[in-house]
């Protein structure tokens, strides 16, 4: 859709009609109320789940596209995720991406074997603002959040104040990895098994039932980064260990000191790296209203919170901390 629809709108929004219900792509550059809120509406109901509309004109310039864009994500907030551009060609917030999923044509989930236990890591590297409480808090939160046997383990360098009625088992580091990079252990093939690996970071708040996050069961998994949507990130990650994780982990090893000195984006990026983006599935084209970023989504302007009740897995990043 371009910013000049034809003289004739009723030939425009025809074709618009008659296109496929499977539509993975869009992008819009429209920049008056009425041509744009009647596009998007068309084409909300034309989306693929999962797919995304680019839209180009989302600044104070063109007001009556931005106002018309930001009625369309009120009313399907439950159902959309974002990630705007904050700065292009020098000017601040006038791209938008917005990744939906109409309720609609969400395919149908085959059902998982829930006999099994679920295999649940998390990782603690002493000496920052993190402590054997915080693994504690966040075993017990999961445990009491699922009707699922969970196998909890920590991977830490100091198993001082670790609960052991809540975590089941305690790995000891093996590298001395600084910071967020004693995660690439999480790779070591000798630590996880065959079937279906969960990890959490220590910054992550359980907010109700998590049973239908343990029956993912499709290879790796993580996060869209939640102000970058074709970046990963890694505070919630599920994977089968194989050829590909273990890469992470082995090809680390071998040159470390230089990924740990020039990845600044941290772990997400070398993981993203040995992956692939395209061979990765996030957690919010599964389940768009579950996983939400307290900063993005919950903190306002005027410092108040607002947290969806149908949301399950609260994020922090960055400031503010979970404390």
């Not at 998982?112 to 915080?134: Q, W």
């Not at 343990?214 to 290879?219: A, E, K, R, Y």
């Not at 990130?233 to 194989?242: A, C, E, Q």
């Not at 939400?292 to 990043?317: M, P, R, V, Y």
Request: with cysteine; proline share 3%; aromatic share 14%.
């Amino acid at each position: 859709t371009d910013a000049y629809i034809t003289p004739d709108k009723n030939i425009f929004f025809n074709k618009i009609k008659n296109l496929y219900n499977d539509i993975s792509f869009v992008s819009i550059d429209l920049v008056s109320y009425i041509d744009c809120k009647d596009v998007i509406s068309l084409l909300w109901n034309k989306m693929k789940y999962g797919g995304v509309i680019y839209f180009k004109n989302y600044t104070p310039l063109y007001s009556g596209a931005m106002k018309a864009l930001d009625e369309f994500l009120q009313y399907h907030s439950e159902n959309i995720i974002t990630s705007r551009q904050m700065i292009v060609n020098g000017t601040k917030e006038t791209e938008l991406f917005i990744k939906c999923f109409n309720p609609e044509f969400k395919p149908e989930s085959t059902s998982p074997d829930r006999t099994e236990s679920v295999n649940v890591f998390c990782v603690l590297k002493t000496g920052g603002i993190y402590t054997s409480e915080y693994v504690n808090k966040l075993a017990s939160a999961i445990k009491r959040n699922t009707t699922r046997k969970i196998q909890f383990t920590c991977l830490t360098d100091d198993p001082t104040g670790i609960n052991l009625s809540l975590v089941d088992k305690i790995r000891l580091l093996k590298h001395g990895f600084p910071k967020w990079w004693s995660k690439i252990e999480l790779f070591d093939p000798e630590i996880t098994t065959d079937s279906q690996n969960f990890f959490f970071d220590l910054d992550t708040l359980i907010l109700g039932n998590i049973d239908h996050i343990f029956d993912f069961d499709d290879g790796f998994c993580g996060l869209r980064d939640f102000y970058h949507l074709i970046n990963l990130g890694s505070g919630v990650l599920s994977w089968k260990t194989d050829a590909s994780t273990i890469k992470i982990y082995r090809d680390f090893l071998k040159k470390s000191d230089y990924i740990i000195k020039h990845y600044n984006e941290g772990d997400q990026r070398w993981i993203e790296e040995c992956i692939g983006i395209r061979n990765m599935h996030f957690w919010q084209d599964y389940y768009p209203v579950d996983f939400i970023s307290f900063k993005k989504d919950c903190l306002k302007n005027d410092q108040s919170i607002t947290i969806n009740t149908k949301s399950t897995i609260l994020c922090f990043h960055g400031e503010p901390r979970i404390h």
